[in-house]
């Protein structure tokens, strides 16, 4: 089992930036063989895919709304998955989530197993 905890999360204005940070832990989890995702969900909407990355860093995914303004990273020496978030507008507004699974990264959650609980991101106008 794994035990994913985000943090970073805060209240900005549009065109600020933010870091997000996901620790992972767990007694049999091994970090650096899990590909990492993060995911958010608005009010009143689903849970959407952000941005994704394989297990050695070399692949990585992000979903059309955030290219070129988010950036994925990881360490694995630190158990630890990043989300740069920069140039932030309103529409960001959501609870970010990282996920893991074992092996490739992928951008449905439904074939992410560890979940964290989320931290929330506001943007103002």
């Known amino acids: 089992q794994a035990q994913l905890v985000e943090s970073g999360g805060g209240l900005v204005q549009a065109g600020d930036s933010l870091r997000l940070a996901c620790a992972a832990s767990g007694r049999t989890f091994t970090f650096s063989s899990h590909a990492m995702g993060w995911f958010r969900q608005a009010p009143g909407k689903e849970r959407e895919f952000v941005a994704a990355?394989?297990?050695?860093?070399?692949?990585?995914y992000y979903a059309d709304s955030v290219k070129g303004r988010f950036t994925i990273s990881r360490d694995n020496t630190k158990n630890t998955v990043y989300l740069q978030m920069n140039s932030l507008k309103p529409e960001d507004t959501a609870v970010y989530y990282c996920a893991g699974r074992r092996m490739t990264a992928t951008m449905s959650s439904q074939e992410y197993d560890y979940w964290g609980q989320g931290t929330q991101v506001t943007v103002s106008s």
């Open positions: 990355i394989s297990m050695s860093g070399g692949r990585i």
